[in-house]
């Protein structure tokens, strides 16, 4: 059964040093999505992503967070000067439409010291 | 601020019981529904789907949807040791892109 995966499943940075997220979305899936969950906490919509472009980004994606799709199958999420507070589980998930199920990632873990 | 409420537990039922888990929304214009099932440091596993007022059956699980109550809820027949987890509630947005999750139900299923 065709899978989202996600790279790397655990990283550690310093505060100020900027990561890259990366995930491949099921093969015919077109919509792309990151959500993160913080230790005991929601999990919480990051953005959304379709057609080549950003549908839908909330207050917690700002101008240090940005995704792109640099090739046909990986899907990225960059977070450019880390923060002590970006410390969460990243989960990166994909649906076939907008409507349908969105599946899940196994997560990247990540803790900013 | 769209909101997902869910009564975050833990709910506690023998094996063999049938957990009911509920869930309210605030977005009217919501028209996915989504029951995912979360094990501690996992991602969360797809349970159940429902688009349209009335039950749905899936096995075991059974979920219900009442768009003007605002009102979701999952039945879990049956109840295994094995189905003791997080359960999350999601609601999609008016433009379906986007799901807003409940902050979850703690089942335990005592054997």
């Known amino acids: 059964e065709p899978e989202v995966t996600q790279t790397p499943s655990h990283q550690v940075t310093q505060m100020g040093q900027e990561v890259i997220l990366r995930c491949v979305p099921i093969?015919?899936?077109?919509?792309f999505y990151w959500y993160r969950q913080i230790l005991g906490q929601k999990v919480e919509f990051l953005v959304s992503?379709?057609?080549?472009?950003?549908?839908?980004k909330s207050e917690i994606f700002d101008d240090q967070f940005s995704v792109e799709r640099p090739d046909g199958s990986n899907f990225t999420l960059k977070i450019r000067s880390t923060k002590l507070e970006d410390s969460a589980m990243y989960f990166c998930a994909s649906a076939k439409t907008g409507r349908e199920t969105q599946y899940f990632g196994p997560g990247t873990r990540l803790l900013v010291l | 601020q769209k909101e997902v409420e869910q009564n975050s537990g833990p709910l506690s039922v023998p094996e063999g019981a049938i957990a009911s888990l509920n869930c309210t929304y605030s977005d009217r214009g919501s028209q996915s529904f989504f029951w995912y099932r979360q094990y501690s440091g996992k991602s969360p596993e797809l349970i159940m789907s429902i688009y349209s007022n009335g039950d749905k059956e899936d096995g075991r699980f059974t979920a219900q949807l009442n768009k003007a109550s605002q009102y979701v809820s999952l039945l879990i027949r049956d109840s295994q040791p094995s189905d003791s987890a997080t359960y999350l509630c999601a609601v999609d947005n008016n433009a379906g892109n986007m799901l807003t999750f409940g902050g979850g139900t703690r089942l335990m299923v005592k054997p």
């Open positions: 992503f379709y057609n080549n472009e950003i549908s839908e």
């Open positions: 093969s015919n899936h077109l919509y």
